[in-house]
């Protein structure tokens, strides 16, 4: 049952994240420690699924299934982004410098924490990370682009979105800023518009089972270099969570005041959740203990 609670608010701090462009879905899975546990997860709908279950073997391919992880996480995440869109870019838009802030604070936290993951520091690692980096401050500097909202498109933008989303640090809200289709489709979202959210999850369907397979297969056979891009896409999308942004760009706050208090007591508690998160389980195994 802990766990079940677990992947569900994992779920739902993921979904708020997928909303907001500049913060990415799998940067929550990183930090919670369920990244590989969801890639395994997605993979496991593999062709021996499919053929098991087109061939009437219903039981049999669902037991393939680690049900009791991805059905919590998907619930929470559905949830999140049904129920809090609409306050999650609300208070973007009442306080942006604030939330920016927490989102920084957070995520430099998790490139910290994440850093200790990799066995090795060598030139290869750095190199690989500075690759990751230069991707990360190139994509989130692109201009937009216009694409029309018909049939194959939104097809399209939900198979770059989810794949976006899957790596940490890039958020497929962003991507579909940058593809055009961000306020099309989160009107869709709010609205219920039913045949908009079928292609677009189409696309995100098929774009997830893909794309999960291939980093799954990097991180089992060349994981500190993979670790080591990702992290370094976490630390170049820095770029978009800077609370102060000019023509795109990071800037240095106006002035000194109540705002900028405001924004290091955020850029703190940002620091400190996944802190907090990754000592927990020690905390409670402590306290199991000693009772």
Not at 91 to 113: K, T
Not at 156 to 162: K, M, P, R, T
Not at 174 to 200: H, K, M, S
Not at 275 to 286: E, F, R
Request: proline share 5%.
């Amino acid at each position: 049952m802990k766990n079940i609670v677990r992947y569900l608010l994992c779920g739902l701090a993921m979904g708020a994240a997928d909303v907001v462009p500049g913060v990415s879905g799998g940067t929550i899975a990183f930090i919670t420690g369920i990244y590989q546990q969801l890639l395994d997860g997605i993979q496991a709908f593999d062709m021996t699924f499919f053929k098991l279950f087109f061939r009437g073997r219903f039981r049999e391919a669902l037991s393939r299934i680690p049900w009791s992880f991805l059905l919590p996480l998907a619930i929470g995440i559905a949830c999140s982004i049904f129920s809090l869109a609409k306050l999650v870019l609300y208070l973007l838009h009442a306080y942006p410098v604030v939330v920016w802030s927490f989102f920084f604070g957070l995520i430099v936290a998790s490139i910290v924490m994440l850093l200790r993951e990799l066995k090795q520091y060598g030139p290869g690692v750095w190199t690989a990370f500075a690759a990751g980096a230069a991707f990360a401050w190139w994509l989130t500097g692109a201009e937009s682009v216009h694409m029309t909202q018909n049939p194959p498109m939104l097809f399209l933008a939900g198979f770059i979105a989810i794949c976006a989303m899957l790596l940490p640090g890039i958020s497929g809200a962003f991507v579909l800023v940058l593809l055009g289709q961000y306020q099309f489709v989160l009107t869709a979202v709010t609205t219920f518009n039913l045949p908009v959210l079928v292609l677009f999850a189409l696309g995100c369907v098929c774009g997830l089972l893909l794309f999960a397979r291939v980093l799954n297969y990097c991180l089992r056979r060349y994981r500190t270099a993979t670790l080591a891009i990702l992290i370094g896409i976490m630390a170049g999308s820095l770029r978009t969570v800077w609370p102060w942004q000019e023509a795109n760009m990071p800037a240095l706050p106006p002035s000194l005041g109540v705002e900028i208090a405001l924004a290091a007591l955020c850029c703190a508690a940002g620091v400190c959740l996944p802190l907090l998160l990754d000592a927990l389980p020690a905390l409670l195994k402590t306290k199991a203990i000693v009772r």
